[in-house]
């Protein structure tokens, strides 16, 4: 069984804070990774991909792969309420055709003022 | 880029009857696209995926009689829900692969359905 785990959360972190989010993956064929951010009620909003090893940087957002740890995660400088969500770490399925992501349960993410 | 949309946003239904929802790549043309339910609090659960032109391939447990999907064109996939039931009202939302080597998928904004 391919699994991406996530601790559940709430993460709570005050406003201005650095939000540190992790996901570890059990599929050492997974090649691409993303980050989703998905507000109560809405559909998941593609944030980050990462495809190698290291940091990659967005704005506030930088995501980090470790393809030798299956670790990846997600880091929110400066967080705001705004950012208060579940953040779904997904990974492609090394072994599955037409591009299928596995996804963790979740994050969620409580900024405060 | 990369829109995706749906319709309808919501569907109220009785019983037994059927339901049509869209998903249409909206900038780009869509190689593959993935049909989700997610139950209030719970992740999203893939139900099946679509390559158009095709037939859809389904996840274990999914009644494909149930859940017909069409994939039509590069740029529309539909999902009808037959003979509907109060246990399959959810959130339905899809998703879309613009195929140009990466593996993003985009979503649409979901259709939330309720069978009464």
């Known amino acids: 069984q391919k699994e991406v785990e996530q601790n559940s959360g709430p993460l709570s972190v005050p406003e201005g804070a650095i939000a540190s989010l992790n996901c570890t993956y059990s599929?050492?064929?997974?090649?691409?990774f993303f980050w989703y951010r998905q507000y109560s009620g809405k559909s998941p909003e593609l944030i980050m991909s990462?495809?190698?090893?290291g940091d990659k940087e967005d704005g506030r957002f930088t995501a980090q792969l470790n393809k030798a740890s299956q670790y990846v995660s997600l880091l929110i400088r400066d967080s705001q309420p705004s950012d208060s969500a579940t953040y779904l770490c997904?990974?492609?399925?090394?072994?599955?055709?037409?591009?299928?992501?596995?996804f963790g349960a979740g994050t969620r993410l409580a900024v405060h003022p | 880029g990369a829109v995706v949309s749906q319709h309808p946003s919501w569907v109220i239904c009785k019983s037994g009857t059927s339901v049509k929802i869209e998903c249409r790549s909206l900038?780009?043309?869509?190689?593959?696209m993935f049909w989700y339910r997610q139950f209030p609090k719970q992740s999203l659960m893939l139900m099946a995926t679509?390559?158009?032109?095709?037939?859809?391939?389904?996840e274990q447990g999914v009644e494909k009689d149930k859940f017909l999907i069409n994939h039509a064109s590069l740029t529309l996939s539909t999902l009808t829900v037959t003979s509907a039931h109060p246990e399959d009202s959810s959130f339905y939302i899809c998703?879309?692969?613009?195929?140009?080597?990466?593996?993003?998928?985009?979503f649409g904004p979901g259709t939330r359905l309720t069978v009464t």
């Open positions: 998703s879309a692969t613009p195929g140009r080597g990466g593996h993003e998928q985009y």
């Open positions: 599929d050492r064929g997974s090649q691409s």
């Open positions: 990462i495809y190698s090893n």
């Open positions: 997904a990974v492609t399925d090394g072994a599955g055709g037409y591009n299928k992501l596995i």
């Open positions: 900038d780009f043309q869509a190689t593959t």
């Open positions: 679509s390559n158009e032109g095709s037939k859809a391939t389904y």
